[in-house]
């Protein structure tokens, strides 16, 4: 394992020798988090932009770490190296290195062996979409006997098997090791979600992807960038410029139209939207004659290599644009038009967003993650494109969390659906009559409002009470399976809870 790889060679490459052979053993991994240390391991303390890593070594030498790996302040430092002897009297070198936080990719890449030249690495910027694009490519190269695994907000892994990680975008040491741990197990694809903000600290690169996605750009993390230019530019570090790396970008954008009037010859482009406006760049995935059912999308997929139907299983308009960007990455590797409109066929809504169950007597009930004004009306508006008949919400607002969204919420419900029901979200430590009073505020006619508290009986009464042709949208829970009351999280899967009504025949 890494004995056949010493760290000595990764050393070097700082121009750093050390005289003694440095042993570690077949697990040890490099890690920054002095939390997450084991022992053998070794404990990388960089200097960042809060935390000062240095001030971890005791707990690391506590852990019996085989190594450290010092942030230096001053290029004088740089390859300074001194020995600290342990309480069990093991002696332990300190390695001092300049510019640690900014190297730490290139150490954890030599210290595993590259990982990503084994890998095609997809990386995917953009306000909104990051999440489902990155899942929907993952599920379509694995149906198409590619395996692909993601990085981002929902964690690291095969779609189906997902750990949770701390950050969107991980930090340098937890991406190799990711990276690595893939590699071993025979996957040959990564879909990653890249924040503005790992992008803006150079957490990765765009030199990373083989093939770099843009969604589209909203106000978002202005808080961070600034204006809407800096977050721009910051977006745009994604793209190398160069002929090794395919942009795909989203034609119907007016950022993406900026940067692609002007795009660079060197590096390959497939451009995707509905705009006809698309169809003049020399590689481009364009939707056209699109209908909505119950039982999903269809559209008329144009493109550079001919045209063909895709049948969507997927509810919601903005999916067809997160569709579209990943068909754009099965392009990108050569898939055939007709092996993508059979993989598409295939794909499930991913757990917790925009989810469907039917029933041919019964209404159709979707269950999202929807927890925002923004998020519940562009469920709301997805929903309303599938509806023949009534269109109910059922959603509540977390407690302890932020106030001023619970009106804003009953604002959105009572413009967009036709029958709302009030239940509880997360009350937490608040009164749940009082979360309620606080969303009514927002609604100006509240005498058609059910309120039902307990969440499991008001979606049971709701799916009962609507018809055939009726959508019920449960907003809130998604893909959680507790629901937090006091300061305890109950159990409740409102997933299952779903299926199971679907199954018995009650509701028939």
């Not at 843009?214 to 960038?225: A, E, I, T, V």
Request: with cysteine; glycine share 6%.
């Amino acid at each position: 394992m890494h004995n056949s790889h010493p760290i000595n060679n990764a050393l070097t490459h700082f121009a750093i020798t050390v005289a003694e052979t440095i042993v570690l053993n077949a697990t040890s991994k490099l890690v920054n988090d002095s939390r997450q240390l084991v022992m053998g391991d070794v404990f990388c303390a960089v200097i960042g932009s809060q935390i000062n890593g240095r001030k971890f070594i005791p707990q690391a030498l506590a852990q019996n770490v085989a190594l450290i790996i010092a942030e230096c302040e001053s290029e004088q430092g740089h390859g300074e190296i001194e020995t600290v002897t342990t309480a069990n009297g093991s002696s332990i070198l300190i390695i001092n290195i300049f510019q640690l936080n900014q190297h730490l990719f290139d150490l954890a890449s030599q210290f595993y062996n590259y990982p990503q030249r084994k890998l095609q690495l997809i990386g995917i910027t953009g306000t909104n979409g990051k999440t489902s694009i990155s899942q929907l490519t993952a599920k379509l190269l694995s149906t198409l006997n590619k395996p692909c695994a993601v990085i981002g907000t929902n964690g690291a892994g095969l779609v189906d098997a997902l750990t949770e990680i701390e950050n969107t975008t991980p930090g340098s040491t937890e991406l190799v090791t990711w990276l690595k741990s893939f590699e071993q197990e025979k996957i040959t694809h990564v879909a990653m979600e890249v924040s503005s903000h790992a992008l803006a600290q150079k957490r990765v690169s765009g030199e990373l992807f083989d093939i770099a996605v843009f969604s589209n750009l909203s106000r978002d993390h202005l808080d961070y960038h600034g204006t809407m230019e800096s977050y721009a530019e910051t977006k745009y570090q994604i793209f190398t410029q160069q002929a090794d790396q395919i942009a795909i970008i989203n034609g119907d954008d007016n950022q993406a139209s900026k940067w692609l009037s002007n795009w660079p010859a060197s590096q390959p482009v497939i451009v995707y939207g509905r705009s006809d406006l698309i169809t003049q760049y020399v590689a481009y995935a364009k939707a056209s004659d699109i209908s909505h059912s119950q039982k999903g999308a269809c559209f008329t997929l144009s493109t550079h290599l001919g045209e063909i139907e895709i049948q969507s299983p997927l509810l919601g308009d903005f999916n067809i644009d997160n569709l579209l960007a990943a068909i754009a990455v099965l392009m990108a590797n050569n898939v055939r038009l007709t092996e993508v409109a059979s993989a598409v066929s295939l794909l499930t809504p991913i757990t917790g967003r925009m989810e469907a169950y039917f029933n041919k007597n019964a209404p159709t009930t979707v269950v999202d993650y929807a927890h925002t004004p923004d998020g519940l009306k562009n469920a709301l508006q997805a929903c309303r494109q599938h509806c023949k008949g009534q269109l109910w919400v059922v959603f509540g607002c977390g407690g302890d969390r932020d106030k001023g969204k619970r009106p804003l919420m009953g604002q959105v419900a009572q413009q967009m659906a036709d029958k709302i029901v009030l239940t509880n979200d997360n009350p937490r430590t608040e009164q749940p009559q009082n979360i309620i009073n606080d969303i009514l505020a927002g609604c100006k006619n509240t005498a058609e409002i059910t309120i039902e508290l307990n969440r499991q009986l008001a979606v049971e009464q709701t799916i009962k009470s609507a018809k055939a042709g009726d959508v019920v949208l449960l907003a809130g829970k998604g893909h959680e399976n507790y629901v937090v009351i006091g300061t305890e999280k109950v159990p409740y899967d409102e997933r299952a809870l779903v299926k199971q009504l679907y199954l018995s025949e009650t509701l028939i």
